[in-house]
């Protein structure tokens, strides 16, 4: 966090925050609490952000101890913070599963900054304050914090912790659910395409789930004095319990027809697929709080008053404007008086993107927001998402503050101006980054596997016995050397496991990086011209990959990093990013990468470019003539050129959409040799808008006369905008596409 205010206005919240333990019992827990925050704000690790939960949910431990008072001296409690054993578990399943999912990110980091960004709101806007002390004061509690006979910040401090810390502990839930469809999903399609499957988390019985345990059978009395029509729900029944404290909030709704929505809420979310965790999440904080509250506590208020409030807003932070706001509720935006709590987790959850570190598969290939720049006052809300390579997406930032406006009364707190921007730092390599994500991983016949790693072998012997013979002359071979030479050359099927396994994971690894250059092997009789070098850009990018790839190697296999070298405590200085690495050390990597095509000659085969490839240079030709062009592909910049791989991809995949595919000229099936005119338009309008997108995401704008140098271009407009003459240039390419296959020995066919 460098480059934003937040830590200032965090500093702002605790200069203002006295504890009632600190003050009246002589501790010095908000100190505690605040030194774990400020290391957290330095480096957002795992480890420091559990620092931050460990201490907040100790300082409210709910124990035998009663903690207002002074405990007799030597006093020790051993009960269980159940309460930090929810966040470990949380953490545990996201950390080691989100490689099974696609769409997952952080929430473990997450919920931590979503903490402190409330804290900072609360700090920096006298509107929210009083918004949140009004609701307080009306309530028929009493018993919140107080300083000085004046509700103390700390009544804001705990509640907003518990809702803000625990928002998203029951993400488990959500990710085993994400796990089974994908499971299945991928299981069916890797048989084919045309199957599909829905799944759905199902309980036995969801009664169980959704009940406190009783230990206290008066524990709900003191609550249905103040609201006797309580005395009707089930207030052992964490559902009813929150369907009337939403009743209670918006006085236009029905609690008997929430608690039922609620009760079916689980069946519903099966039959539309998809899980709410902040359901299973305001349940289980609902279960854990009433549980310790009936064993511990003297007064079970602070169970239906502080507890309730946050759970429901753990709840209403999806639950609003997924279900709320729709039929038949039908709510307006929620203003901050009718529940602060779940007004400021909904504006933090959304606002909060920095650093939220991607653990399933396709999030792992977006660009992410690495910073903000925070301006938050008493009129005015300003977030500066600062994205340092790639970009957010189309309309990232628009999107984000027209659903908080739909959601959330937000000129009731920031009556001035509320903004949100995103700062991409635009970089050529994007194209580059996002082909790299895209490889493909060509089945490859083992026979060649095992030739290429034989090949891989000889070569190193030959490499490493020049560079021992230079050293040997010059003195510098020492006895260690000597055995290290003598290992790593004996011949393969003598070689250690460990080293040839490293030979097979580079053999394995050509068909990809030849993947992502557009290349692929093939026979000897095959007519396409063999590939015998590399451009310098190829050799660049596929080094930086065989690095990374080398390094994947080495940590799964227990190295780590450290300045000197010590293979025998498996460390190695090589272990860091291709731009850290000497150029003597990188020569390492361009040298194999070079020495590919040579490699694959040696085991009978030969290097061509990939029909898709070839396809893409034929549409490029015809772009040229099109417009009166004359550039030659191989001279395009190497980006570009990625650019373009993608789209002839994209045009394969929207195909598909339609049930055509693009195979091998020799397949079966009849060629297609025309679209008919709604097939080109909704071919062309894909096409267009996806182009339209890209270009936008890398910083192209829409200018009335092109200017490449500025990145201008006219018809950078949504299909819908385009004028007509552009929109059939489009479709020419459709209209032209089964010819262009037919160049290349590929051609179009029903599925």
């Not at 009544?155 to 803000?164: C, K």
């Not at 090589?574 to 731009?579: A, K, R, S």
């Not at 050129?641 to 595919?661: C, P, W």
């Amino acid at each position: 966090m460098s480059e934003n205010n937040l830590k200032s206005y965090i500093d702002n919240f605790f200069d203002s925050l006295v504890l009632y333990d600190d003050k009246y019992n002589g501790h010095n827990y908000k100190g505690l609490l605040k030194a774990g925050i400020d290391v957290f704000l330095e480096t957002e690790t795992t480890y420091n952000a559990y620092e931050i939960y460990q201490t907040f949910f100790m300082i409210y431990q709910i124990t035998a101890e009663d903690k207002s008072e002074r405990s007799s001296e030597g006093s020790i409690v051993n009960e269980p913070n159940t309460l930090l054993d929810l966040v470990k578990i949380m953490k545990k399943y996201e950390e080691n599963t989100g490689d099974l999912i696609e769409k997952q990110r952080d929430h473990f980091i997450h919920s931590v900054n979503v903490f402190l960004l409330g804290l900072a709101i609360y700090a920096q806007n006298k509107s929210y304050r009083e918004a949140f002390e009004t609701y307080i004061l009306k309530s028929p509690y009493k018993k919140y914090y107080r300083i000085d006979k004046k509700l103390s910040h700390e009544e804001f401090f705990y509640r907003w912790g518990v809702a803000s810390l625990f928002h998203d502990i029951g993400y488990p839930v959500e990710i085993i659910g994400k796990q089974l469809n994908k499971f299945i999903n991928d299981g069916v399609k890797s048989i084919s395409s045309t199957y599909g499957a829905d799944t759905a988390i199902d309980f036995k019985d969801f009664n169980e789930f959704n009940t406190i345990i009783k230990i206290d059978p008066n524990f709900a009395d003191e609550y249905t004095k103040n609201y006797p029509e309580a005395k009707f729900l089930n207030l052992f029944k964490p559902t009813d319990i929150m369907a009337h404290k939403i009743a209670t909030d918006f006085s236009n709704v029905n609690v008997n027809q929430v608690a039922k929505h609620l009760d079916r809420f689980v069946d519903i979310m099966g039959e539309n697929g998809f899980i709410d965790h902040g359901f299973f999440s305001a349940i289980l904080v609902m279960n854990s709080y009433g549980y310790l509250i009936q064993k511990f506590a003297k007064k079970h208020d602070f169970f239906f008053y502080p507890i309730v409030d946050s759970a429901t807003a753990i709840l209403l932070h999806n639950y609003y404007r997924n279900v709320l706001q729709k039929n038949p509720f039908n709510l307006s935006a929620l203003h901050p008086l009718q529940s602060p709590l779940a007004f400021l987790l909904i504006l933090c959850d959304e606002l909060q993107e920095w650093n939220r570190k991607p653990f399933g598969v396709k999030d792992k290939k977006r660009s992410h927001v690495n910073d903000l720049k925070l301006v938050v006052d008493d009129s005015k809300l300003e977030v500066d998402y600062i994205v340092k390579s790639g970009s957010m997406g189309l309309g990232f930032s628009e999107d984000k503050q027209e659903l908080l406006n739909h959601v959330l009364s937000i000129q009731s707190i920031f009556d001035r101006n509320f903004l949100i921007y995103t700062d991409v730092q635009k970089d050529d390599s994007i194209m580059r980054e996002i082909v790299k994500s895209e490889i493909q991983a060509p089945s490859t016949l083992l026979r060649n596997v095992e030739k290429l790693a034989l090949e891989i072998h000889k070569q190193y012997i030959e490499t490493a016995t020049n560079e021992y013979n230079e050293k040997r002359d010059k003195g510098e071979i020492d006895a260690e050397a000597e055995r290290d030479f003598k290992e790593k050359t004996k011949p393969f099927d003598q070689l250690s496991s460990h080293l040839k396994l490293a030979n097979i994971r580079q053999a394995r690894s050509i068909p990809r990086k030849l993947n992502m250059i557009g290349c692929e092997l093939a026979a000897l009789s095959d007519k396409r011209e063999a590939i015998t070098k590399f451009s310098e850009e190829e050799v660049l990018d596929l080094a930086i990959y065989e690095h990374d790839e080398w390094c994947e190697e080495k940590i799964g296999q227990g190295w780590t990093y450290g300045e000197v070298r010590d293979d025998d405590n498996l460390i190695h200085d090589c272990l860091v990013p291709w731009d850290d690495l000497t150029p003597e050390v990188q020569q390492y990597d361009i040298d194999p990468v070079e020495n590919i095509p040579n490699l694959v000659d040696k085991i009978g085969l030969k290097i061509v470019r990939s029909k898709i490839r070839l396809l893409t240079i034929e549409m490029h030709k015809f772009y040229q003539q099109e417009n009166g062009g004359t550039q030659d592909f191989d001279d395009l910049p190497e980006y570009i050129k990625y650019s373009n791989y993608k789209q002839a991809n994209f045009l394969v995949k929207i195909l598909g959409e339609l049930g055509y595919d693009v195979v091998d000229a020799k397949s079966k099936g009849d060629a297609i040799e025309y679209f008919d005119e709604d097939s080109l338009e909704y071919l062309a309008k894909r096409e267009h808008n996806a182009w339209y997108k890209l270009k936008v995401n890398l910083g192209w704008r829409f200018a009335p006369v092109r200017d490449e140098s500025k990145k201008l271009n006219p018809n950078l407009v949504e299909w819908d905008a385009l004028d007509v003459e552009n929109k059939d240039a489009n479709k020419r390419t459709f209209r032209n596409l089964p010819q262009m296959c037919k160049n290349v020995d590929l051609k179009i066919v029903k599925n």
